[in-house]
């Protein structure tokens, strides 16, 4: 069965750092997502993609935050200057289409000291 | 403000009981619902999903109902096994376009 898939399992950087976080989505996926989860808590949104262009953002999404495709299988999450307060859960999500469900990779723990 | 919540933090079940899990929204234009099961160390898993213009939907073991009077739904679980022992989240949409607002997840314990 195709799975989305995440790279590394665990990041960790030190605050001020860049990381990328990587993302293989199902392959006949059109829309592409990203969440967050910090520890104990709820699974909350960052970015939706689509047509090669973001096409929602929530507002934890600032300019620190990135997204890019740079091919036909990779979805990458970039944060150009990690603050402590980035250190959760990230995970990355795929459909086929709007109203569809989204099925989310196993995601990548990232730990900013 | 919009919000999806979820009634229970913690669920205590007997192995081989029935389950049943709720949760609350409150955007009126949330159209699209899912349940997802979480376990420990691993990203959300999807199991069952249901759309406003239906009430009922039934899976494998699970049923969802959704009732958009009190935009209220559950989840149940018919002869929780203790593989099922993980957090449940619920999780809407809105306009079935975007986003998940995910609530906060109840942990399902299952109990011999």
């Known amino acids: 069965e195709p799975e989305v898939t995440q790279t590394p399992s665990h990041q960790v950087t030190q605050m001020g750092q860049e990381v990328i976080l990587r993302c293989v989505p199902i392959s006949n996926h059109l829309y592409f997502y990203w969440y967050r989860q910090i520890l104990g808590q709820k699974v909350e949104f960052l970015v939706s993609f689509y047509n090669n262009e973001i096409s929602e953002k929530s507002e934890i999404f600032d300019d620190q935050f990135s997204v890019e495709r740079p091919d036909g299988s990779n979805f990458t999450l970039k944060i150009r200057s990690t603050k402590l307060e980035d250190s959760a859960m990230y995970f990355c999500?795929?459909?086929?289409?709007?109203?569809?469900?989204?099925?989310f990779g196993p995601g990548t723990r990232l730990t900013v000291t | 403000g919009e919000s999806v919540g979820l009634h229970l933090p913690t669920l205590s079940v007997q192995e081989g009981d029935n389950s049943i899990i709720n949760c609350a929204y409150s955007n009126s234009a949330s159209d699209y619902f899912i349940w997802y099961k979480q376990e420990s160390g691993k990203g959300p898993q999807f199991i069952i999903d249901i759309r406003s213009n239906m009430d009922k939907r039934q899976g494998q073991r699970v049923t969802v109902l959704l009732n958009k009077t009190v935009k209220h739904l559950s989840l149940q679980i018919a002869a929780t096994q203790p593989g099922d022992s993980a957090v449940y989240f619920c999780a809407a949409q809105r306009n079935s376009w975007g986003k998940l607002q995910f609530g906060a997840g109840t942990q399902v314990v299952v109990t011999p």
């Open positions: 999500a795929s459909s086929v289409g709007q109203g569809f469900e989204q099925y």
